[in-house]
């Protein structure tokens, strides 16, 4: 992470109940995408560093015999066990109470690890290296985000637009003008660079795939509400005693531009870089 933060445990504290209702999903053709790129068969096992409430791993367990998550937050792994029993996968699954800096002994051999959009809260050259050794031979590493170079049109949509402006100005005014992030604040933003983070912990590549979104999906108030609480930067804690009255606002702000209480916004594409352990990953995949 940049000078001037560290991690600690409030990062996304207070945030779990709210996550897998306000993120927007990930494209709906990751798996499959990730299927047909990694050659995944229904056996071999998956880490999941920075698992979150299990959102990936669950919605890649039917391609591996077994999934492991990790995450520091005990709230997120509750929600990822409670998810796990409710699809049917608990006695495939394992939820690890940990830092990615500090992977307990034991975790054995994984075929395939990712990142879902957590690797930017890490010691990145640590954690890369320490998970390339837990990779059998011919493993991957997933890098996963959203596409952030794609602009999505609101246009044809048949409910208003998040004001998503407005919502973020109503956060800076009772949190202040720099972003948030735990005790601390993100004067520059997380970190980029993660290609040679990944080179320099030995890994090959990469693979780019971009699996296209574009989908209309539809958003309610409480939806986007959930949406604003689930951020490490407007994490429920951190806005203190005035939390009831920022919520109070968010909800007049968002019913003003709705009245319906109806939003829409368009899928987001979802970028996936895929990162080979061995030199010859490439040519034993393609």
Known sequence: MGAG???????????????????LPYAPGLAGALAGALRLDGR???????????????????????????????????????????????DRSRWVRARAEELPAGLGTFTVAVFAQSFHWMDRDLVAATVRELLGPGGALVHVSDLKSETRSSEGLPHPAVPQAAVDELVRRYLGPVRRAG?????????????????????????????PGGQALERTVDDVVAGVFSMSFSAPHLFGTGRDDFEAELRRLLSAASPSGRFSERQPSTEVFVWWRDADGLSRRS
């Open 183 to 211: 005790r601390g604040v993100l004067t520059h933003g997380t970190p980029g660079g993660e290609a040679e983070v990944f080179r320099r912990a030995g890994f090959h590549g990469p693979d780019r795939h971009v699996v």
């Open 5 to 23: 933060w560290e991690w600690d445990e409030t990062l996304f504290a207070g945030t779990a109940p709210y996550y897998r209702r306000g993120r």
């Open 44 to 90: 071999g096992r998956l880490l999941d560093v920075g698992c979150g409430p299990g959102t990936v791993a669950l919605g890649l367990a039917h391609l591996f015999a077994e999934i492991v998550g990790v995450d520091p937050d005990g709230g997120m792994l509750a929600e990822a066990e409670r998810e796990a029993t409710e699809v049917g996968v608990a």
